[in-house]
C-alpha cells in the first residue's frame, strides 16, 4: 500500500494540497493519507516549525506532497525555515525543477527544461552570524561528496530523459574554490558516467541571459542551491508562472513534492491560488519516486487538455476550484 504524508503549512498552501491530493487520489485510488504540521502558523502554536512527529510521519510514509510555509524576513528567535529544516533532515539533496511550454500559458514555445538543484548546502548552509557590529557573514559550503551525489542523480535522470545537453551553472571565475569544486566534481562524475559528450557549462549570470534569450537552447541545468533557486523562478516563467511551477525534492528512497511558489498571502483566501503547481509537482512524484510514468504523464495530459480547451487559468474568485474540477474532470 502507498502512503503519503500530506503537509498543507501556511496560506495557500492549505488551498492548492486539496485539488492536488483529489487528482492523485483518483489516480491511485489505494492510496493511504497522512496528515502532518509545518511552518509559520505551526510554530505560533508549538514552538517548532517542523515538529518531531512530522519528519516521523514522511519517514514512515517515504513520500511526500507539501503545501507552501510563510517565513518572517527578520531574525525570530528559534524559528528556522520549515521546508530548509524538512530538506537538510531528511536528507532530500535534489530539487527537481522542470520548465516546459504548455499551452495558452506559455510565453515562448519550445521550451522543455529542467534544473538539477543542489538542496543541502551552498548558501542556504544556514551558516550565518555577525562578525562585528555592521558586518554580518554567510557561509557558502560546498563539498565533494554531495556534487558527487548530485551528478550521480543528473546522470540516472539524464539517462530516463535521453538528455540533449547537460549545462553546468556556476560562478566559478569568482568563486574559484567553491564554484571551482561544484564544477570539477560534476564534471569527474558525469565525464565517468558517460556524459561528456553532451556536458556543457556556463557562468550564472550568462545563464540567466540565456534563459531569457533562449530558453529553448536549454535541457539540464544542474546548480548549486542559490542559483538553483534563482534561476527555476525566472525559467519558470516560460512555463506559465509560479502558479505551475512544480518541483520534488528527492532523497535516498525519500520524495517531498512541493510547488515552487510560496504561501502568497497577498490572496490567501481570495480563491485566486491557481492549484496546477501543486497538481503537477503530485505527478513528478509519480514520475521519478513511484516510477509510475504513466499516470504521471495521464495528470500531465488532463492539465494539457484543460490548458488548451479552458484557453486560460483566472477563473476569478474560483479559480481555485474550476482550475482543480476542470484537471479532475479529464484524467
Ligand atoms: P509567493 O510565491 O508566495 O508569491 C509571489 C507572487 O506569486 C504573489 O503575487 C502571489 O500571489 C503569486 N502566486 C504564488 N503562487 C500562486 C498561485 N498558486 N496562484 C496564483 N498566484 C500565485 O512568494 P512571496 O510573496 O515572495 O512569499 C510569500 C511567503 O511565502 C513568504 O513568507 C515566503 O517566505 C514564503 N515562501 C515559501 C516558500 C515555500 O514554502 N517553499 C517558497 C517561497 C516563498
Ligand atoms: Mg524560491
Given at each position: 500500500?502507498?502512503?503519503?504524508?500530506?503537509?498543507?503549512?501556511?496560506?495557500?498552501?492549505?488551498?492548492?494540497?486539496?485539488?492536488?491530493?483529489?487528482?492523485?487520489?483518483?489516480?491511485?485510488?489505494?492510496?493511504?493519507?497522512?496528515?502532518?504540521?509545518?511552518?509559520?502558523?505551526?510554530?505560533?502554536?508549538?514552538?517548532?516549525?517542523?515538529?518531531?512527529?512530522?519528519?516521523?510521519?514522511?519517514?514512515?510514509?517515504?513520500?511526500?506532497?507539501?503545501?507552501?510555509?510563510?517565513?518572517p524576513s527578520?531574525?525570530?528567535?528559534?524559528?528556522?525555515?520549515?521546508?530548509?529544516?524538512?530538506?537538510?533532515?531528511?536528507?532530500?539533496?535534489?530539487?527537481?525543477?522542470?520548465?516546459?511550454?504548455?499551452?495558452?500559458?506559455?510565453?515562448?514555445?519550445?521550451?522543455?527544461?529542467?534544473?538539477?538543484?543542489?538542496?543541502?548546502?551552498?548558501?542556504?548552509?544556514?551558516?550565518?552570524?555577525?562578525?562585528?557590529?555592521?558586518?554580518?557573514?554567510?557561509?557558502?559550503?560546498?563539498?565533494?561528496?554531495?556534487?558527487?551525489?548530485?551528478?550521480?542523480?543528473?546522470?540516472?535522470?539524464?539517462?530516463?530523459?535521453?538528455?540533449?545537453?547537460?549545462?553546468?551553472?556556476?560562478?566559478?571565475?569568482?568563486?574559484?574554490?567553491?564554484?571551482?569544486?561544484?564544477?570539477?566534481?560534476?564534471?569527474?562524475?558525469?565525464?565517468?558516467?558517460?556524459?561528456?559528450?553532451?556536458?556543457?557549462?556556463?557562468?550564472?549570470?550568462?545563464?540567466?541571459?540565456?534563459?531569457?534569450?533562449?530558453?529553448?537552447?536549454?535541457?539540464?541545468?544542474?546548480?548549486?542551491?542559490?542559483?538553483?533557486?534563482i534561476l527555476?523562478?525566472?525559467?519558470?516563467?516560460?512555463?506559465?508562472?509560479?502558479?505551475?511551477?512544480?518541483?520534488?525534492?528527492?532523497?535516498?528512497?525519500?520524495?517531498?513534492a512541493e510547488?515552487?511558489?510560496?504561501?502568497?498571502?497577498?490572496?490567501?483566501?481570495?480563491?485566486?491560488?491557481?492549484?496546477?503547481?501543486?497538481?503537477?509537482?503530485?505527478?513528478?512524484?509519480?514520475?521519478?519516486?513511484?516510477?509510475?510514468?504513466?499516470?504521471?504523464?495521464?495528470?500531465?495530459?488532463?492539465?494539457?487538455?484543460?490548458?488548451?480547451?479552458?484557453?486560460?487559468?483566472?477563473?476569478?474568485?474560483?479559480?481555485?476550484?474550476?482550475?482543480?474540477?476542470?484537471?479532475?474532470?479529464?484524467?
Open positions: 500500500m502507498r502512503e503519503l504524508c500530506v503537509i498543507a503549512g501556511d496560506g495557500i498552501g492549505r488551498e492548492v494540497l486539496p485539488p492536488a491530493v483529489a487528482v492523485l487520489q483518483k489516480v491511485l485510488p489505494e492510496l493511504h493519507l497522512r496528515e502532518a504540521e509545518a511552518g509559520w502558523d505551526c510554530f505560533q502554536r508549538h514552538g517548532t516549525s517542523v515538529p518531531e512527529a512530522t519528519f516521523e510521519a514522511l519517514r514512515q510514509c517515504g513520500a511526500g506532497l507539501f503545501g507552501a510555509v510563510s517565513s527578520h531574525k525570530v528567535e528559534g524559528y528556522r525555515s520549515a521546508i530548509l529544516q524538512l530538506r537538510q533532515r531528511l536528507g532530500l539533496y535534489l530539487n527537481l525543477r522542470p520548465v516546459r511550454s504548455l499551452p495558452v500559458v506559455s510565453h515562448h514555445p519550445g521550451v522543455d527544461l529542467l534544473i538539477l538543484r543542489e538542496n543541502s548546502e551552498g548558501m542556504y548552509s544556514g551558516r550565518e552570524h555577525w562578525e562585528s557590529d555592521g558586518v554580518a557573514i554567510a557561509e557558502r559550503v560546498i563539498s565533494r561528496a554531495a556534487c558527487e551525489r548530485l551528478a550521480l542523480a543528473a546522470a540516472r535522470i539524464a539517462h530516463g530523459r535521453k538528455a540533449r545537453r547537460i549545462t553546468l551553472v556556476h560562478k566559478a571565475n569568482v568563486l574559484s574554490l567553491t564554484c571551482g569544486l561544484f564544477r570539477d566534481t560534476c564534471r569527474d562524475t558525469l565525464t565517468t558516467e558517460g556524459w561528456s559528450n553532451v556536458l556543457d557549462e556556463r557562468l550564472v549570470d550568462v545563464a540567466a541571459l540565456q534563459l531569457v534569450e533562449c530558453p529553448e537552447g536549454f535541457d539540464m541545468i544542474v546548480t548549486s542551491n542559490l542559483f538553483g533557486d527555476s523562478d525566472l525559467a519558470c516563467h516560460w512555463g506559465g508562472g509560479l502558479g505551475l511551477a512544480p518541483s520534488l525534492n528527492l532523497g535516498d528512497g525519500l520524495a517531498l510547488p515552487v511558489h510560496g504561501s502568497a498571502p497577498d490572496i490567501v483566501g481570495s480563491g485566486r491560488a491557481n492549484p496546477l503547481a501543486a497538481i503537477l509537482s503530485a505527478a513528478l512524484l509519480l514520475r521519478h519516486h513511484w516510477q509510475d510514468e504513466a499516470n504521471a504523464r495521464r495528470i500531465e495530459r488532463a492539465v494539457e487538455a484543460f490548458l488548451r480547451e479552458e484557453g486560460h487559468v483566472d477563473h476569478g474568485v474560483e479559480t481555485t476550484r474550476v482550475v482543480g474540477e476542470g484537471v479532475l474532470q479529464r484524467l
